[in-house]
């Protein structure tokens, strides 16, 4: 795979203050929601339109109206995918509720039966996301439009990075039918990307990530546990199978439509 070219990096000055805009809305967000989330579920004013209002304005307030809702529509289709297949399967889930600058998640009712169905539940979303920015990327070529190439990349990037090996993204999900040691390369990986770029996002990751594979390999003797994770080597291939070419495409997509910006 070909690398893209390193844009210049913005002014230290212009940088630092959109980190600390974004970090102050996230700790404005997280204190509300602490206080008044759960009363908010209950009453079910939190809904899908409800969070995807509010996420519409906080991706406005960075990028613009248009881009923000191209950015959150290709956050749904996502989500769609991993609420369609879930129901196929006979998991229950709930529709997305989106969270700004957090992205959106979909609540299952009930866990997954077998690691087979979290694993294809997990690579579901990236597979439909991967399809919508696609058809941003063919539009784009067909028209020239830089407005959808933008979303191509945005839509390339946010399934991308999903896919890393760690709970509790889509990446670690699609990985548990393999091995959880996958799981400690993914976590070692994101610590490096962390320490030589950091961000507000991949803390959280990485110790969510960290609770959840230690639960995990805790109680991987139980019984429950190795019947969960029981799987035949052709679901293990199909897993591995997916899991790659999602990864190869969506990196060399994004590639593609990769644009040098020069400040």
């Given at each position: 795979?070909?690398?893209?070219?390193?844009?210049?990096?913005?002014?230290?000055?212009?940088?630092?203050?959109?980190?600390?805009?974004?970090?102050?809305?996230?700790?404005?967000?997280g204190a509300f929601l602490a206080k008044f989330g759960a009363v908010l579920l209950k009453l079910k004013v939190f809904t899908v339109a409800g969070s995807m209002v509010v996420s519409l304005a906080a991706y406005a307030w960075l990028w613009g109206w248009s881009f923000g809702l191209g950015f959150v529509l290709l956050l749904f289709v996502h989500e769609c995918g991993h609420a369609i297949t879930l129901r196929a399967m006979g998991v229950r889930a709930s529709a997305p509720v989106f969270i700004p600058f957090l992205g959106?998640?979909?609540?299952?009712?009930?866990?997954?039966?077998?690691?087979?169905?979290?694993?294809?539940?997990?690579?579901?979303?990236?597979?439909?996301?991967?399809?919508?920015?696609?058809?941003?990327?063919?539009?784009?070529?067909?028209?020239?439009?830089?407005?959808?190439?933008?979303?191509?990349?945005?839509?390339?990037?946010?399934?991308?990075?999903?896919?890393?090996?760690?709970?509790?993204?889509?990446?670690?999900?699609?990985?548990?039918?393999?091995?959880?040691?996958?799981?400690?390369?993914?976590?070692?990986?994101?610590?490096?990307?962390?320490?030589?770029?950091?961000?507000?996002?991949?803390?959280?990751?990485?110790?969510?990530?960290?609770?959840?594979?230690?639960?995990?390999?805790?109680?991987?003797?139980?019984?429950?546990?190795?019947?969960?994770?029981?799987?035949?080597?052709?679901?293990?291939?199909?897993?591995?199978?997916?899991?790659?070419?999602?990864?190869?495409?969506?990196?060399?997509?994004?590639?593609?439509?990769?644009?040098?910006?020069?400040?």
């Amino acid at each position: 795979m070909q690398q893209a070219p390193t844009p210049s990096p913005p002014q230290e000055p212009a940088a630092r203050s959109f980190v600390q805009r974004v970090l102050g809305v996230l700790a404005a967000i997280g204190a509300f929601l602490a206080k008044f989330g759960a009363v908010l579920l209950k009453l079910k004013v939190f809904t899908v339109a409800g969070s995807m209002v509010v996420s519409l304005a906080a991706y406005a307030w960075l990028w613009g109206w248009s881009f923000g809702l191209g950015f959150v529509l290709l956050l749904f289709v996502h989500e769609c995918g991993h609420a369609i297949t879930l129901r196929a399967m006979g998991v229950r889930a709930s529709a997305p509720v989106f969270i700004p600058f957090l992205g959106a998640f979909i609540r299952m009712k009930e866990s997954p039966r077998t690691a087979w169905q979290e694993s294809v539940s997990g690579l579901a979303g990236p597979a439909f996301g991967a399809a919508a920015a696609g058809l941003c990327w063919w539009y784009a070529a067909s028209t020239g439009s830089e407005f959808a190439r933008g979303l191509a990349f945005a839509g390339f990037f946010l399934n991308l990075f999903n896919l890393i090996p760690v709970l509790p993204l889509d990446g670690g999900r699609a990985v548990a039918a393999l091995s959880p040691v996958i799981w400690l390369v993914g976590l070692g990986a994101l610590l490096v990307v962390e320490v030589l770029r950091p961000t507000p996002i991949v803390p959280i990751v990485l110790v969510l990530g960290g609770i959840e594979a230690w639960r995990r390999w805790r109680g991987r003797a139980t019984a429950a546990s190795r019947a969960y994770y029981a799987l035949s080597p052709g679901q293990r291939g199909s897993v591995a199978a997916a899991y790659l070419s999602l990864v190869g495409f969506l990196a060399l997509a994004q590639h593609a439509v990769y644009v040098p910006r020069h400040f």
